[in-house]
């Protein structure tokens, strides 16, 4: 076992440099970037002023050498490389990119000029509350709903429960969040919960009860929309576990021996099949 975990461990970090790798590849192929867009705002800049002196009445002259005429100055775009790092070759800055990585230095955010540290943290709690909500209900719904399956295998229930959860693993996430806000936050229908923000303004103005029922009526929407795509596969997950260890020699055994089919699930299927959910 000491040796699987080990070897599992060592496979993570070809795997991650897999990933970090593909993700540069994408980012630096991709069109725009911060040298683009400052440059859209120069010109962007460069366009109002041009607008403000013509609605003033006054001439407006257009010469060869102006900004708007030639474009951003080459040697201002040189300078802009430089800055960002884009004027090393790409194995260069991914070397890089990878060292400072290593040493827990995440730099600039480049479209918002603030450590990304500090962003991160900023948004942390909002992603690990939703993230530990959305896990307990898909692991509360996914595991007795598979058990329930695999005993009914073949039921109407057991058809109708999977054609339900084909089609929430069929709707993605953020397409089943714009229904639930068109529905339910004020978007076309009824106004029930709040748009945006994890607690209301006057949230600490309130009593322990209603702080509590003000988070929960705030996150409510965004967990549901990401239980809906996330329970799907972990529910056909235990139901086939279970599956495989009920048709197994030791449950009929069991089941010969006189044990209840109760005892004989909790006691023996149940632990035999959780390995499989939880190493999957």
């Known amino acids: 076992m000491s040796r699987y975990i ?19 590849i994408i980012v630096q192929a991709a069109p725009g970037g911060p040298i683009d867009q400052m440059m859209a705002r120069f010109e962007g ?27 951003v100055d080459p040697r201002f775009i040189e300078q802009l490389e430089q800055q960002f790092g884009f004027d ?15 040493t827990f230095d995440f730099g600039n955010s480049f479209f918002r000029d603030r450590p990304v540290v500090e962003l991160m943290i900023e948004r942390l709690p909002v992603s690990i ?36 959860v084909i089609v929430g ?8 969040a714009i229904l639930l806000i068109v529905l339910f936050a004020g978007g076309s229908y009824w106004d029930l919960f709040p748009l945006r923000g994890l607690t209301s303004p006057d949230f600490h103005e309130l009593s322990t009860w209603g702080k509590i029922k003000d988070y929960f ?9 990401m239980t809906i795509g996330s329970f799907a596969t972990l529910t ?22 006189g044990g209840s089919d109760r005892r004989t699930l909790y006691g023996h299927v149940f632990r035999n099949a959780m390995l499989i959910i939880i190493a999957g």
């Open 6 to 24: 080990l070897r599992r461990l060592l496979l993570m970090i070809p795997t991650l440099i897999g990933i970090m790798l593909l993700n540069f």
């Open 45 to 71: 800049m460069d366009a109002m002023a041009s607008t403000r002196l013509d609605a003033g009445g006054g001439d407006v002259v257009v010469r060869d050498e102006s900004r708007g005429a030639r474009g």
């Open 88 to 102: 090393k070759p790409a194995h260069i800055r991914f070397l890089g990119m990878m060292r400072d990585y290593a």
């Open 129 to 164: 509350s939703l993230g530990l909500w959305t896990t307990l209900l898909v692991y509360l719904i996914s595991i007795p709903l598979g058990i329930r399956k695999a005993l009914h295998h073949g039921s109407r229930f057991d058809v109708w429960t999977s054609g339900l």
């Open 169 to 176: 693993y069929a709707i993605p996430g953020f397409l089943f």
């Open 217 to 225: 009526w705030h996150i409510t929407l965004p967990v549901v929309a």
């Open 236 to 257: 056909m997950l235990t139901k086939n576990s279970f599956l495989d260890e009920i048709h197994k020699q030791y449950v009929l055994t069991a089941r010969a021996k």
